[in-house]
């Protein structure tokens, strides 16, 4: 799961204390080094500058990720007018999703554009002729000009999917769900030009390219992990992840909320978990933690975006932060000092004691009594010093509360020698795809989300100079997080047993946003490609292009990037980082 493999200590709880003071250096070395790459220059002008090359002609499947289905229609290019209105189906989750996009076009665009929902179809005119009725049956309401929404349970696309029909007379998003409405409307912003990601009003053309856009995802499960223990972030950063998710349509965040060096989530039943536990990270800085309030905020920013988050309690390893602040959990009942380092496998909680289980169930129970995502994530990597059946019957017992609590056990693949447990879900971090014992665990029932740490693991380095990052798995330079399968890449296991694919964050050496955005971008996008589009439209090439598209919307929405140098950038001004505004629950989708 983690990051940096050690060698377990020979004795006591702690690693020595010299690796201490390296952590403290590696992190304020780190941390130095990011903020000279990240200073911001000064903003962007709102118009493009007039020394840039044109932009080239935009086509419908100019998309990220690539659409399952492209049928372009040059003819029936569309523009915006300024009087357009949203209209969407009579359904209060219907005009949610057109109220988030009205509320993504009004700041570039400066048009009022007005939602409203619609029982009633115009009748046809010379200039508005009848559209054809949809193939699943439902005409819903018309765009006149403008665009409309529309909820059809009968459409054949299942429970994201969406249809994009954009003609002349207007532009039409048709899904079975909100869910696919809101994913719809991320592909219709990447097909206006970069500059609506302008937190200002911009003189624009405001063309979408004519066609239709069919498009389904290939993995139910795409998603995104941040490490929140080993440097804390502010809900408003958290927030700001969940933006990014949202725009390439991944649906989860994971948020691994415990580790050795902090404890990120209030627990009513164990208060000195966040008092004590909280107030440290790596490198010796204040730490932090989530009140039951903040945690709530997130979930519910996520939901608004139609992303389910999924918390991580890390068990019975990396604990040491719980045991700080309850030595009665520790094996020799002796508190350990906090813990600021990168080391693992050191630390873990009595496994024969009855009251570590009580401290399990009060802990699983309150935090999934705020999540209202089926999944919880239980950790179990690295416990070096809980081995053979004491493991196992650590697990089985913990997988066994987590379904007392109505949900669905998550855990990294060390898990797979334990006994299974119906729906239970491992998540595959390794480098050598040949792993009998994951492949055994899905013959008996598990499925798994593939998150190889020499594909997916976001806090690799790019590149030996890439200042903040490890690379203990290896450089992972877009194309390597592009050029694999999820679906095929653990030996022995059937697509069929892929629920889907995650890239972890984890933040030993991540100290603020600028560097999370550094490392997530731009290898998020094609993570998310490979969790949502058909592998027939896997291609390098055009992939690279594609993703070139997005620099210049990153630009403009003052979003740190890497300029991977494979990726043919368009010839744009140094880019800023994030506008020094205050985040709003509503202007970034």
Do not use: C
Not at 13 to 37: F, G, K, M, N
Not at 51 to 73: I, N, T
Not at 222 to 251: C, P, Q, S, W
Not at 437 to 449: E, K, P
Request: glycine share 8%.
């Amino acid at each position: 799961m983690s990051t940096i493999p050690s060698p377990t200590p020979a004795t006591g709880p702690v690693p020595p204390p010299a690796r201490e003071s390296d952590a403290v250096t590696l992190a304020e070395t780190a941390e130095r080094a990011a903020h000279e790459l990240l200073a911001p220059p000064a903003p962007l002008p709102a118009p493009p500058a007039p020394h840039l090359a044109p932009p080239a002609p935009h086509r419908l499947a100019d998309v990220v990720p690539a659409p399952a289905q492209v049928q372009p229609v040059p003819a029936d290019d569309w523009v915006l007018p300024a009087e357009a209105v949203i209209v969407t189906s009579a359904d209060p989750a219907a005009l949610a999703v057109a109220t988030q996009l009205a509320e993504l076009l009004r700041p570039a665009t400066g048009y009022p554009l007005p939602v409203t929902h619609a029982t009633a179809h115009p009748a046809p005119t010379a200039d508005s002729p009848a559209r054809p009725v949809p193939t699943g049956g439902a005409a819903g309401p018309e765009p006149a000009g403008g665009i409309a929404l529309v909820l059809d349970e009968a459409a054949d696309l299942g429970p994201e999917g969406y249809r994009l029909d954009v003609a002349r007379d207007g532009v039409r998003l048709t899904a079975v769900t909100a869910t696919g409405l809101f994913h719809g409307v991320q592909t219709l912003r990447q097909l206006l030009p970069p500059a609506i990601e302008s937190p200002t009003p911009v003189a624009e053309r405001w063309a979408l390219p004519g066609g239709t856009i069919t498009d389904t995802p290939r993995f139910p499960y795409r998603g995104a992990m941040l490490d929140v223990a080993r440097h804390f972030f502010t809900v408003e950063d958290i927030l700001r992840v969940v933006d990014h998710l949202a725009r390439y349509k991944l649906n989860h965040l994971h948020l691994h909320l415990t580790d050795d060096q902090g404890w990120r989530i209030a627990v009513d039943s164990w208060p000195r978990l966040t008092s004590v536990g909280g107030a440290t990270e790596v490198g010796g800085g204040p730490g932090g933690h989530y009140t039951k309030a903040d945690y709530r905020r997130i979930v519910s920013y996520a939901a608004a975006r139609h992303i389910t988050v999924v918390p991580e309690i890390d068990l019975p390893g990396h604990t040491n932060s719980a045991l700080v602040a309850y030595p009665e959990l520790a094996p020799d009942k002796i508190a350990p000092p906090p813990y600021t380092g990168t080391e693992v496998g050191f630390s873990y909680v009595d496994p024969a004691d009855e009251r570590t289980y009580d401290f399990i169930t009060d802990v699983l129970g309150e935090v999934a009594a705020l999540t209202p995502g089926p999944w919880l994530h239980i950790g179990g990597d690295e416990a070096f010093k809980v081995k053979g059946e004491v493991y196992t019957g650590f697990v089985e017992r913990v997988q066994r509360i987590v379904a007392g609590v109505g949900k669905t056990v998550v855990g990294w693949h060390q898990l797979a020698p334990a006994g299974h447990v119906d729906g239970r879900v491992l998540q595959w971090w390794g480098t050598n795809a040949d792993d009998p014992t994951t492949a055994d665990a899905v013959r008996r029932g598990a499925r798994l989300i593939v998150s190889p740490g020499n594909h997916a693991y976001l806090d690799m380095k790019y590149a030996p100079d890439t200042p903040i990052g490890h690379d203990w798995a290896g450089l992972i330079d877009v194309r390597k997080a592009y050029d694999w399968d999820p679906g095929a890449h653990v030996s022995d296991v059937p697509t069929t047993a892929v629920l889907g694919v995650e890239a972890p964050l984890w933040t030993e050496s991540v100290t603020s946003l600028a560097d999370i955005e550094l490392l997530l971008l731009p290898r998020l996008p094609a993570i998310a490609e490979l969790g949502w589009s058909p592998r027939a439209t896997h291609d390098w090439a055009d992939f690279r292009h594609r993703l070139a598209g997005q620099g210049p919307r990153w630009e403009r929405a003052g979003i740190t990037f890497h300029r991977a140098p494979e990726v043919p950038w368009p010839n744009t001004p140094t880019i800023p980082t994030q506008r020094d505004t205050t985040h709003t629950e509503t202007a970034d989708l």
